[in-house]
């Protein structure tokens, strides 16, 4: 399929971490008594670790809002794992020390587990992985849900192989290759790290569809070329053949003149001069 344009910004930030930036003020007002000792905690985690406490009203707000909208969703947990992967980012984005990420997620993810709140998101990975292996995680989640969104109905019309597409599912396939290789199955590498059940379960599909549409679309482009080089030669064989015709039919010209002249050259005069009249007469 062609001529679809890859979207300006795709449905994982319209629909939730742009809204977490921009609409999640205030989200803990109904609930500020609960979350007093969370909030204290994060701040000063913020405050003493990463130096910018003021992201920690953010960050309370965007949990909120994560959280209320968790309850009224039921058991769809989709809003707090955005609201895991948007504060993993804007963590490590406001970090001086970007190798500190692990400690600090940590630290972070701690408060909000046993933050007494029942409807409140809670976060269950073991969080000892750096930031690469963060945003490997967060690509193929972002891809998963962006794939729902929009691509899958784009699909009943065939494949998109257009350049921003094909990068796109270039780097979730690189994330997808990374975090497979730290969730094995089975044997003596098998781990218990919660999200690798949650891989498979959850986002293994994602991962083969993103491979067979990659695969897809790179055998596409070669047969194109193939077909595009084919094309080109049969244009260059058709040139060359119209080419030798018209030299052949150029030598059997000049051939048919020069014998012709060597004719004129024994006629006698007044011959000459007669056949000389009557090509005249003719042209």
């Known amino acids: 399929m062609s001529g679809v344009t890859f979207p300006p910004s795709l449905p994982s930030n319209n629909i939730y971490y742009d809204r977490f930036i921009k609409n999640a003020r205030g989200s803990c007002t109904d609930y500020r008594g609960k979350l007093t000792t969370l909030e204290t905690n994060l701040g000063t985690a913020l405050n003493e670790k990463n130096g910018f406490s003021d992201k920690g ?27 895991y992967y948007w504060l993993g980012d804007t963590l490590y984005n406001g970090l001086t020390w970007k190798h500190h990420f692990q400690s600090n997620i940590n630290s972070i993810c701690k408060f909000i587990n046993e933050a007494e709140w029942e409807i409140g998101c809670k976060i269950t ?69 919660p999200y690798c059940k949650e891989f498979k379960d959850k986002y293994n599909f994602y991962c083969g569809m993103v491979k067979t549409l990659d695969s897809y679309c790179r055998e596409k482009s070669k047969l194109e070329q193939l077909t595009k080089e ?32 060597g004719t004129l050259a024994l006629m006698e005069l007044p011959a000459l001069a007669y056949f000389l009249y009557k090509v005249k007469i003719q042209l």
């Open 230 to 261: 084919k094309q080109e030669a049969d244009e260059a064989t058709s040139t060359a053949q119209s080419e030798l015709s018209n030299a052949i039919h150029q030598a059997n010209k000049a051939s048919s003149l020069s014998s012709a002249f």
């Open 125 to 193: 990975y073991k969080d000892e992985i750096d930031y690469g292996i963060f945003k490997q995680r967060k690509e193929i989640h972002d891809y998963s849900f962006n794939f729902n969104t929009i691509e899958k109905e784009l699909l009943k019309n065939g494949p998109i192989c257009e350049p921003k597409w094909l990068s796109h599912r270039s780097d979730v396939l690189t994330a997808c290759t990374a975090v497979s290789e730290k969730c094995p199955e089975g044997g003596s590498k098998t781990t218990d790290d």
């Open 57 to 83: 009203k953010n960050i309370m707000d965007a949990y909120c809002k994560a959280s209320k909208e968790k309850e009224e969703k039921s058991d769809d947990n989709t809003p707090c794992l955005f609201f």
